[in-house]
C-alpha cells in the first residue's frame, strides 16, 4: 500500500534556499568586514574630521535688509563668508536650528536728521552654531572699523552691531550627518555586490538552472536568495546603529521608534538594490564586469548623494540632478527621522521617488533576468 503523496512545500523550500544562502553570507569573512567593519571605520574618520572644519560663515539674510550699501559689501569680504538665499522662511530657520547656518543677520540702516546714515546690525543664531557666531561677530567689529576708516565716519555713531541673540536648540553634530551617510554607502555597495555576485555565480554553476527546473516557485528561489542578503545587511545597520548610538552619541530622536523606522526606511532601500543587483548579474558577460556596471551605479551617488558632505556644495543644476537620486532619498530621509523627529510617513517624497526607481527597476530586471 503506498503512502498518499504529500503536496510539494513552498514555505519550506523558501525557508532552506534562504537559510543556505545566509550561510554562505557568514562563510566570507571579507562580507563581514565589507559590510560592518569599513562603514565603522568611516564613521569615526569623517566625524573626525567633522568636529574639527576649519572656519567658515554661512550666513542669511532677513527679509528687506538693507543690501545697496556700504556694511553688505564689507560683508561679503569677510574671509570664509557665504551667503545663503532662502525663499522659503521656515527652510532658513529650520537650517539654523541645525547649525547649517552661523547666523541670520538683519541690516537696517537710516538717515538721521543730518543726512547721516546708521546702520543697526542684528544677529540671531542658535547654541547649534555656537563654535563658530562669536568669532563672526568679531568679524563683523573688522567690518564696522574698515567702514569707519573709509568714510572717516565716528564708528560708535555709524554702526551698531548688537550682541548674537543665541537661541537655545538640540545641537546637531558631526555624527547625525556623518552616520545616515555610511548607512547609505553600506547598503549600496554591500547589497550590490553580494546579489550580482551571488547570482552570477549561481546561474553560471547552473545552480540556478536546476532551481528552475525543480517544484519549488521562481519568485521564491529570488526571494530566499534576496531575503539572506536582506537580513544580512539589515544586521549591519542595526549593528552601526548602536555602535553611533552608543559610543558617538547619534540622536534616535525617539528612541526605539526611530530605529524601528530606520530599519522600515532600510528595507524598501534594500529591495530596491536587489533588484539593481540583479540586473547586474543578468547582463554581466563574465564576473569581472559586475565591478564596473556597479561602480558605474554606485560611486557618483557615493560622492552625490551627501553621504560624506552636503548636496548644498553643488551648482544649483547639480543639485537638481542630485535630489533624484535613490542614495539621495535614503540620507535624507534616514537624517529626518532620526535627528528631527519626523515619522517615516511624514518623508512621503523620498518614499515616492525611491517607489518610482524600484518599479523601473523591476520592470527591466524581469526582462533582462536569465536563469542559465
Known amino acids: 500500500m503506498s503512502l498518499p503523496k504529500q503536496p510539494y512545500s513552498q514555505t519550506k523550500a523558501l525557508w532552506a534556499i534562504t537559510r543556505a544562502s545566509f550561510k554562505a553570507i557568514f562563510a566570507n569573512p571579507s562580507a563581514i568586514i565589507f559590510s560592518i567593519l569599513f562603514p565603522i571605520i568611516f564613521t569615526l574618520i569623517f566625524g573626525a574630521f567633522g568636529s574639527n572644519n576649519g572656519v567658515s560663515y554661512r550666513i542669511a539674510l532677513t527679509p528687506g535688509s538693507d543690501t545697496t550699501q556700504g556694511f553688505y559689501t564689507g560683508l561679503k569680504k569677510i574671509p570664509g563668508v557665504k551667503i545663503i538665499t532662502y ?107 553580494g546579489v550580482a555576485f551571488t547570482f552570477f555565480g549561481l546561474r553560471e554553476q547552473l545552480v540556478l538552472k536546476r532551481f528552475y527546473a525543480s517544484p519549488v516557485s521562481k519568485m521564491n528561489i529570488l526571494l530566499g536568495i534576496g531575503m539572506s542578503r536582506l537580513f544580512f545587511q539589515l544586521l549591519s545597520v542595526v549593528v552601526l546603529i548602536l555602535f553611533g548610538h552608543f559610543a558617538l552619541n547619534f540622536t534616535l530622536y525617539h528612541g526605539i ?32 564586469s559586475i565591478p564596473l556596471l556597479i561602480n558605474l551605479f554606485g560611486f557618483p551617488q557615493m560622492m552625490l548623494s551627501g553621504t560624506f558632505f552636503t548636496i548644498e556644495v553643488f551648482p544649483k543644476w547639480l ?50 533576468i536569465k536563469w542559465e
Request: glycine content about 4%; overall charge neutral.
Open 87 to 193: 525663499s522659503d522662511t521656515v527652510l532658513r530657520n529650520k537650517d539654523l536650528n541645525k547649525g547649517r547656518l552661523t547666523a541670520i543677520l538683519d541690516i537696517s540702516s537710516k538717515m538721521d536728521s543730518a543726512d547721516k546714515l546708521h546702520y543697526t546690525i542684528g544677529i540671531k543664531s542658535t547654541t547649534a552654531s555656537s563654535n563658530t557666531v562669536y568669532s563672526f561677530r568679531a568679524a563683523l567689529d573688522l567690518v564696522k572699523l574698515q567702514l569707519e576708516k573709509m568714510l572717516n565716519e565716528d564708528a560708535e555713531s555709524f554702526v551698531t552691531i548688537n550682541d548674537p541673540v543665541v537661541e537655545k536648540v538640540r545641537k546637531f553634530r558631526p555624527i547625525d550627518f556623518i552616520l545616515p551617510g555610511q548607512l547609505g554607502f553600506s547598503i549600496l555597495f554591500s547589497t550590490l555586490f
Open 319 to 368: 543639485q537638481e540632478i542630485c535630489r533624484v537620486l535613490p542614495l539621495t532619498q535614503y540620507n535624507d530621509a534616514i537624517r529626518k527621522i532620526s535627528f528631527e523627529g519626523l515619522s517615516i510617513f511624514d518623508c512621503w517624497k523620498e518614499i515616492g521617488i525611491l517607489g518610482i526607481w524600484m518599479a523601473i527597476t523591476y520592470i527591466i530586471a524581469a526582462r533582462v
Open 257 to 288: 521608534f526611530t530605529f524601528l523606522e530606520i530599519i522600515a526606511m532600510t528595507i524598501i532601500m534594500l529591495f530596491l538594490l536587489m533588484g539593481v543587483g540583479l540586473i547586474f548579474s543578468s547582463i554581466a558577460k563574465s564576473d569581472t
